[in-house]
């Protein structure tokens, strides 16, 4: 993966000569208006509609922090969940701009809108050093259609375009595609470059053995990533509802367990092409069935006798024990997707403990966005800082790992700007 045409941050500001570890006003980005893509498309309690992570935040603040130090007009810009032509309730970023005051202990200014008068006369009279949060930016259908013209009202409100939002990087949207192909000074900041090349030793040449953790539900969202890593893997434990489709594909009966019987074929070639290039595909050995998702308890047993009537919610610890032995001999390790139905307690426990053998390792650890990053961070604080990387992004990170290009990412390199 080929960082070198994409500048950073610091790059803008001291374009020339050494990067002082703290920037100072003064800068190339002094009193500039500088446009954050950020990505703090938060998870929200559905009743309180209060922040229950606030990962993402925090994640952006380092950005943040060096653009106001550096005396820039501060202007953030994110998206948030998929509101729906005309109703926007339960979706505004007011309470991520409140979060994000609190931890900046900051003024963080809310026009009502993300283009148009309200947000042009905010930023007119921001001053150097304050910030502004712009409202999301799909309440415009125009964000997520790639519109040139929405790009550029947008580009009207800036001097400068960082793009922080690793999470939204694989989509080409107007906010992260489109708008920075508009603007001159356009650069990376911390949290995507971070993302970027601890994603990219996962790809360039890997420390052997490797070992990729998969999970999750359907075997049809993992396709193209199972194919990629089968090209860099040595072994490639899968558990989740994913493995069902595997062990049912090996002539097991799974009883109720989720399966994808239209997919059974392609796991079956999945696990042939696998002996080919002789990396091994371990799957559980043992389970926790229950007879419903509503259970709230358990029992363990062997895959090979799963009692009629129940469904495969979690793997057992002598699956966890296996697929720990091959994590601990790993000196790269990629996780991606819950090893069972996590959010229940009854079910959660080999999550957990993967989640826990794989802290301890000495090799490199990450871990792919989305549930499974949700999950080590629920298995607790301290198991989340053993890992090396916690992605911010699952879609985008799945994305890169298969060799594909991601959008936000690509406007970025050095170029022309758009007339």
């Known amino acids: 993966m080929k960082l070198t045409q994409i500048r950073s941050i610091e790059d803008l500001a001291y374009p020339v000569g050494p990067k002082p570890e703290k920037p100072a006003e003064g800068n190339a980005l002094t009193g500039k208006r500088v446009f954050i893509r950020v990505d703090y498309n938060v998870p929200l309690d559905k009743k309180t509609g209060a922040i229950t992570d606030d990962s993402r935040i925090r994640e952006s603040l380092k950005t943040i922090e ?24 339960g979706l505004s970023l007011e309470v991520c701009g409140a979060r994000l005051a609190e931890l900046l202990k900051a003024e963080v200014l809310l026009p009502e809108d993300c283009v148009g008068d309200a947000p042009a006369k905010v930023i007119h009279d921001l001053r150097a050093g304050q910030i502004c949060l712009l409202e999301n930016l799909r309440f415009h259908e125009e964000e997520e259609k790639d519109d040139d013209g929405f790009a550029r009202k947008l580009a009207e409100l800036c001097d400068v375009y960082i793009n922080d939002a690793f999470g939204a990087a694989h989509r080409a949207h107007a906010s992260v595609h489109a708008l920075p192909r508009l603007v001159r000074d356009r650069a990376a900041g911390f949290l995507l470059l971070k993302e970027l090349r601890s994603l990219a030793k996962l790809v360039d040449h890997p420390e052997k053995p490797y070992v990729a953790v998969l999970g999750g539900a359907k075997v049809s969202d993992k396709i193209d990533v199972v194919e990629a890593l089968l090209q860099v893997v040595d072994t490639l434990c899968i558990g989740g509802a994913m493995a069902n489709t595997f062990l049912a594909a090996q002539g097991k009966n799974v009883q109720k367990s989720r399966i994808e019987e239209d997919k059974l074929p392609l796991a079956r070639t999945i696990l042939e092409r696998a002996a080919q ?56 390790v990629f996780w991606n997707g819950p090893m069972g139905l996590f959010e229940t307690p009854a079910f959660s426990k080999g999550t957990f403990d993967i989640a826990k053998v794989m802290s301890g390792v000495s090799g490199f650890t990450v871990v792919g966005g989305g549930d499974s990053a949700a999950a080590v961070k629920k298995a607790g604080e301290a198991i989340a800082k053993g890992f090396d990387h916690i992605s911010t992004g699952g879609g985008a990170s799945l994305e890169l790992i298969e060799g594909k290009k991601l959008p936000g990412v690509d406007a970025l390199r050095s170029g022309e700007v758009a007339e």
């Open 277 to 332: 290039k002789r990396v091994e595909i371990a799957l559980p050995v043992d389970v926790i069935v229950a007879s419903s998702l509503d259970a709230t308890e358990g029992a363990t047993t062997s895959v090979d006798a799963i009692p009629e009537g129940t469904m495969a919610l979690d793997i057992g610890p002598k699956s966890v024990e296996a697929f720990g032995r091959k994590i601990a001999m790993a000196k790269t």
């Open 66 to 89: 060096y653009a106001l130090a550096s005396g820039a007009k501060v202007i953030l810009a994110s998206h948030m969940g998929r509101p729906k032509p005309g109703k926007h309730e």
